[in-house]
């Protein structure tokens, strides 16, 4: 409804409630009013015409007719009656002499010869009986009603008369009607001023209901400022005042509750795992960005979709439907993506946030977890292998010179050789995985000092230098002149490269050639082992720095190798801040790089455990 209408609306109904208690009020109040008002006047006016009668009546006792004109016979007043009457009826009251007969002898207002016989007149009957009488009624002589009191006069020698004197009630009427429209009258006047005034409040009410309205529509459309109380100290001031405290409560809540919506939402939205909310007919009632990113949708799907549109997975539609039907909890496992795949943990849930139950689904990344599981599980088996080739050697070779080949001096040596190597392999492998299982436990100790790059790239080429000549290798180094200190654990660095030397002769047939070389941009110097060896297939290169991952594992176990020198490389080289690669082609050579950082001054006082 339009505000003016409904204005209008108010004020009018207002009005006529008002107008119609008032008027049914002035007549419940006027008509009684009326009445007595009409009685009483009535009677009083009656009371006093009577009263004026008898003292008519007495002043006439007082000086009677002359008895002589009072004769029964004749109908026709003497002088001295007419005289008498004249006197009599100088108050305006008429006044009639009638005989006990009920004949009229003399009247001040009518001719005698024409009056009826008054005889049965209730007044004259009664005044003859008993002294004097009244009566009220209406006289047919002159039309018109009248009050009259009679009295019996006693006229010696003769028969009584009857005086009778009479008012006209007109009088009394016109005195009743006066009185009556005053009242009337004054009472419309009220009754319009009433009505005004009615109006005026009815307009007056209507705003201020209307103001609480227009309050109440803002509070609605979400405007809680509070509304101007005004100062009429009535139900309505009291109701603003209310109201304007049920605003600013309500004010209060909204807000607590959208702050509290807003920090679920910002939790829900910036976790990585991936929750959503399902009801009871298996749609998405929310889902956050975690679970889109989780399930590769390309956004959050709209709150009302089909679950099944949007998951594929059906071990997690199946989990969902568990829920649904009453378990209060369901764990599950899902798989995404096909080139990497990722693994998920889905809690579903019951849960009771709407009128019908639903369920609520977690998805929790374990992709890592399984990858460790994995690696574990790989490496375990890895050791077991490594360890087992060597044993089942020496233990072999052991039981062989048990049996009797320890008294053939001829091979008693060669196997004694062999199990001295293969227990020499054992204790690299238990070395190397000692140091892995250091480095994975954050163990290893660096002595981080400022070094010489050329030094150390010096003395590794001197310590292999032996090796590579057994094989016909030639070794050089190709060191610019300037190159800057490096910041680095002697030890470890030159573990590093003599690993990557080793692999450099081990690999590269005789006759080949390794170059040492380095470099640097000012923040770290770039240490290159190349050779011209056997190469590296390029579907290898990514995973040869894996534990125990060889390109071929038989040719590494012949040249003695663990398959771990690599990753205790890698292992290193990254506990200084360094990083390393290879690039290679398979026939022609490979190049191993890693980077160490430039020494700077504040690494002096950086010795520490890494
Ligand atoms: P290994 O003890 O077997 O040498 P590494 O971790 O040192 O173990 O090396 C891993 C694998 O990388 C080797 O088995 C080998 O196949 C390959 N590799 C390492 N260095 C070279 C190289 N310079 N030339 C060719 N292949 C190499």
Redesign the pocket.
């Known amino acids: 409804m339009a505000p003016g209408i409904f204005s209008r609306h108010v004020r009018l109904n207002l009005f006529w409630k008002l107008g119609s208690a008032f008027v049914a009020l002035l007549i419940a109040v006027l008509l009684p009013v009326d009445y007595y008002a009409e009685r009483t006047l009535r009677r009083d006016y009656e009371r006093a015409g009577f009263e004026q009668l008898t003292s008519i009546a007495r002043i006439a006792l007082a000086s009677p007719p002359p008895v002589s004109s009072l004769s029964t016979t004749s109908r026709t007043p003497s002088p001295a009656l007419r005289e008498w009457l004249a006197k009599m009826a100088a108050s305006g009251v008429r006044v009639t002499v009638i005989t006990s007969e009920g004949l009229a002898l003399a009247d001040s207002q009518s001719d005698p010869h024409t009056m009826e016989n008054h005889a049965e007149r209730p007044e004259i009957r009664e005044a003859l009986a008993n002294g004097d009488g009244l009566s009220l009624r209406h006289s047919v002589t002159i039309n018109r009603d009248l009050l009259y009191y009679a009295v019996r006069f006693s006229v010696p020698g003769g028969p009584p008369v009857v005086l009778r004197f009479a008012l006209p009630v007109r009088a009394v009427n016109e005195e009743v009607w006066a009185f009556r429209s005053r009242l009337w009258f004054s009472s419309l006047i009220v009754f319009l001023v009433t009505g005004m005034a009615s109006l005026l409040i009815s307009r007056t009410f209507a705003r201020r209901v209307e103001r609480l309205q227009f309050f109440s529509r803002r509070v609605a459309e979400g405007d809680f400022r509070p509304i101007d109380a005004d100062r009429y100290g009535d139900a309505l001031e009291a109701l603003a005042v209310s109201l304007n405290d049920s605003a600013a409560h309500l004010d209060r809540a909204i807000r607590t509750l959208t702050e509290e919506r807003n920090l679920s939402a910002a939790i829900l939205g910036s976790m990585v795992e991936g929750v959503a909310i399902v009801n009871s007919a298996e749609r998405l009632l929310f889902a956050n960005e975690g679970f889109a990113g989780i399930l590769e949708l390309d956004s959050p799907p709209q709150p009302g979709s089909s679950l099944v549109e949007v998951v594929r997975q059906t071990e997690l539609i199946e989990a969902v439907r568990d829920v649904l039907k009453g378990a209060p909890r369901v764990e599950a496992e899902i798989i995404t993506g096909t080139l990497r795949r990722r693994f998920f943990a889905a809690t579903v849930a019951s849960v009771k946030a709407t009128e019908n139950s639903g369920a609520v689904v977690v998805l929790h990344d374990i992709t890592d977890l399984r990858k460790l599981e994995r690696v574990r599980r790989d490496f375990v088996a890895n050791v077991s292998h490594e360890f087992k080739t060597p044993l089942t050697a020496i233990q072999g070779f052991a039981e062989t010179l048990l049996a009797g080949a320890m008294d053939d001096p001829q091979n008693r040596v060669r196997f004694l050789q062999i199990i001295l190597e293969h227990s020499q392999r054992l204790a690299r492998l238990t070395d190397d995985l000692l140091e892995l299982s250091k480095m994975d436990a954050d163990r290893l100790d660096l002595e981080v000092d400022r070094l010489s790059a050329s030094q150390v790239v010096q003395s590794c080429v001197e310590t292999t230098q032996r090796l590579a000549n057994e094989k016909h290798l030639r070794v050089s180094i190709n060191l610019p002149p300037s190159l800057p200190d490096i910041a680095g654990d002697r030890r470890r660095i030159a573990e590093v490269l003599q ?2 030397l ?3 002769i ?3 047939p005789s006759g080949g050639e390794i170059v040492v070389s380095a470099s640097s941009d000012g923040q770290e110097v770039t240490f290159t ?1 190349s ?1 011209t ?4 297939p390029q579907v ?1 290169q990514p995973r ?2 894996e534990r125990f ?5 038989a ?2 176990r012949e ?11 890698k292992h290193l080289v990254e506990a200084h801040g360094g990083r390393v690669w290879v690039e ?1 082609e398979v026939g022609r ?2 190049q ?1 790089h890693f980077t160490v950082p430039v020494f700077q001054p504040q690494h002096a006082a950086f010795r520490t455990a890494r």
């Open positions: 690993n990557l080793d692999n450099a081990q690999y590269t082992v050779d060896g056997i190469g590296i290898d040869i720095f991952y060889r390109v071929d594992v040719r590494s040249v003695g190798g663990t398959g771990l020198g690599l990753s205790i490389a290679s050579g490979s191993f």
